[in-house]
């Protein structure tokens, strides 16, 4: 994969809390700090995007017709069948 270099200015403060995250053996350099928080950030937007996708397609369903007991043996049930309950 190829890489891009780019030049980034942070606060001293910053500067610090990145070196103590190196020093505390986490990480081996700054760019390896900050690919990280670069993966986390990927990883908390598909999250984000797949509720976002899963409310959108709740709320575009209506409303149910369903008693609040018929739902809620559907959800046990369901967890039952994966295994979650």
Avoid: H
């Amino acid at each position: 994969m190829a890489t891009v270099r780019k030049t980034v200015t942070f606060t001293e403060q910053q500067d610090k809390w990145i070196k103590a995250q190196i020093e505390a053996g986490e990480f081996t350099n700054d760019s390896e700090y900050l690919r990280n928080l670069v993966r986390l950030d990927q990883a908390k937007n598909a999250r984000f995007l797949s509720l976002k996708t899963k409310l959108v397609e709740g709320l575009e369903s209506g409303v149910s017709n369903k008693s609040l007991p018929e739902i809620m043996k559907e959800v046990e049930a369901r967890m039952r069948a994966d295994g979650r309950l």
